[in-house]
């Protein structure tokens, strides 16, 4: 069993950075991807970044990819989102998630099991 625990949420105005953390408790294998995703009032769901656990690869969507970066300390079982030029169209609650039986596919949320509760991101001036 698994459980995340994300933090680092926050107002900031546009243009600002943020670094959200996802800390996890239980064992993370490496055939497991950790991902981030987000959800808008009104919205569904989507994919934002994800990191490979076992390569380090890592990927994030058109919209975000060149200011978002997906990391993770393997020591403190923790990983991380550094967001960087927001925009108010960034503004959701994001959300860290764990496909613990990573084939390839990692896009869709519904192959992640384990989700964290959420935190809330809001960009404006």
């Known amino acids: 069993q698994v459980q995340l625990i994300e933090s680092g949420g926050g107002l900031v105005q546009p243009g600002a950075s943020l670094r959200l953390s996802c800390a996890a408790s239980?064992?993370?294998?490496?055939?497991?991807?950790m991902g981030w995703f987000r959800q808008a009032p009104g919205k569904e769901r989507e994919f934002v970044a994800v990191?490979?656990?076992?390569?380090?690869?890592?990927y994030s969507a058109g919209s975000v990819k060149g200011r978002f970066t997906i990391s993770r300390d393997n020591a403190k079982n923790t990983a991380y989102l550094q967001m960087n030029s927001l925009k108010p169209e960034d503004t959701a609650v994001y959300y860290c998630?764990?496909?613990?039986?990573?084939?390839?596919?990692?896009?869709?949320?519904?192959?992640?099991?384990?989700w964290g509760r959420g935190t809330q991101v809001t960009v404006s001036s």
């Open positions: 998630a764990v496909n613990s039986n990573y084939r390839g596919n990692f896009v869709s949320a519904t192959l992640y099991d384990y």
């Open positions: 239980g064992r993370i294998f490496s055939n497991s991807a």
């Open positions: 990191i490979i656990c076992g390569s380090g690869n890592t």
